[in-house]
């Protein structure tokens, strides 16, 4: 069964942004749904990781294919620390309200970067529309 990158790619940056929106109800209903959470992070890095390096690899030639997956999980390494530092800014920056704020606040950070990875995915990986021209011959 072969699906398509792009389809299997927002359903796994939507399973992220669930997690995310799972994590700001955390303390609505207990540690139950950081279980739930990471349970749908797992789904969704199963779900994202694959159509990413099918991505990054396509149309790069043969001797080329392990620069273009080095770069590919570089890229990714990089974002999730700039992601983290990001965070952990923004837990410094509210640490007076009190840590339970201060959490929330860090929270913003992959809220906002899943629900862009989730515009960008649903908006920008269609695929190019050729019109097909018939000559009458």
């Given at each position: 069964m072969r699906a398509n990158v792009a389809t299997v790619l927002f359903a796994g940056s939507f399973v992220a942004f669930q997690f995310t929106t799972v994590l700001h109800l955390q303390d609505l209903r207990g540690w139950t749904a950081l279980e739930a959470?990471?349970?749908l992070?797992?789904?969704a890095?199963?779900?994202?990781h694959g159509p990413l390096t099918i991505?990054?690899?396509e149309g790069v030639a043969d001797a080329e294919q392990s620069?273009?997956?080095g770069i590919r999980n570089t890229s990714s390494q990089l974002g999730a620390a700039l992601g983290l530092a990001s965070a952990a800014s923004l837990t410094v920056a509210a640490g007076e309200e009190g840590p339970l704020a201060a959490f929330h606040d860090a929270l913003l950070v992959p809220v906002v970067?899943?629900?862009a990875?989730?515009?960008v995915v649903a908006t920008g990986l269609r695929p190019a529309?050729?019109?097909a021209r018939v000559t009458a011959g």
């Open positions: 959470g990471v349970a992070l797992g789904l890095f199963t779900l994202v991505i990054a690899l620069l273009a997956g970067a899943t629900a990875a989730v515009l529309r050729t019109s």
